[in-house]
């Protein structure tokens, strides 16, 4: 599977957008980009994920470059909820999909 | 939906015993995977199971931890004899078409 680099941690301000980072120059053509995140003591939850069209939902933004080396998570308006270990995983997807996790950055939200 | 569940939530054991965690996925969700989380890292996938068939147990240190899902529903891991390195967070997942849920985890100290 290939590899993803996210910075270690990150802060932002209550109510401003966060943009997290992530590269992954070794993606494959078949592999989507994956945003999982975990809150303190609670297992990861899912974010959105994307092949190569920019995605949103009610929780997020995913940002692809057209190459799709690198791509940006963005939470609009990041509350102290928001404050969380962020992983960007690439992966085949389909049923029987296998996440490979990094260490991710942590996003402090500050008030 | 309900969600993933597992327990116990929390266990304490001496090294050399045994210990055992359960998980029941989402119904109707055929690939189930286990984690270990240990601190401040991510969690490394250690089996993966379609229906009650092993995909991937290539992680799984085979001389101490057995996993098993009967019926293709409830998984068991189980640790025999633990160490104090087994110490870390177990987190239950399962997965409909590529997205995780990922139950609460279960902690677990070994002295």
């Known amino acids: 599977d290939a590899k993803t680099t996210q910075p270690t941690s990150m802060d932002c301000a209550e109510g401003r957008a966060a943009n997290l980072p992530c590269n992954h120059s070794?993606?494959?053509?078949?592999?989507?980009v994956y945003w999982y995140r975990q809150i303190h003591s609670q297992g990861p939850q899912y974010i959105i994920h994307g092949l190569k069209n920019n995605e949103t939902n009610e929780m997020a933004s995913l940002i692809i470059t057209e190459d799709r080396k690198s791509s940006t998570l963005i939470l609009p308006h990041a509350t102290l909820r928001d404050t969380a270990v962020y992983y960007c995983i690439v992966s085949v997807g389909g049923a029987t999909n296998k996440l490979i996790f990094g260490t991710g950055t942590l996003l402090a939200v500050q008030p | 939906e309900a969600g993933v569940a597992q327990s116990p939530r929390y266990k304490i054991i001496e090294k050399r015993q045994s210990v055992a965690f359960w998980c029941n996925p989402i119904?109707?969700?055929?690939?189930l995977y286990w984690y270990q989380q240990i601190l401040g890292q991510g969690p490394k996938l250690l089996i993966q199971?379609?229906?009650?068939?092993?995909?991937?147990d290539s992680q799984l240190p085979k001389d101490r931890f057995s996993a098993e899902r009967l019926k293709g529903v409830d998984s068991t891991l189980k640790i025999q004899p633990a160490k104090l390195e087994d110490s870390a967070v177990y987190l239950c997942a399962s997965s409909l078409v590529g997205r995780s849920y990922f139950g609460p985890g279960t902690r677990l100290t070994v002295t």
């Open positions: 070794t993606i494959s053509g078949n592999e989507y």
């Open positions: 199971f379609q229906n009650n068939g092993v995909v991937d």
């Open positions: 119904s109707g969700h055929a690939t």
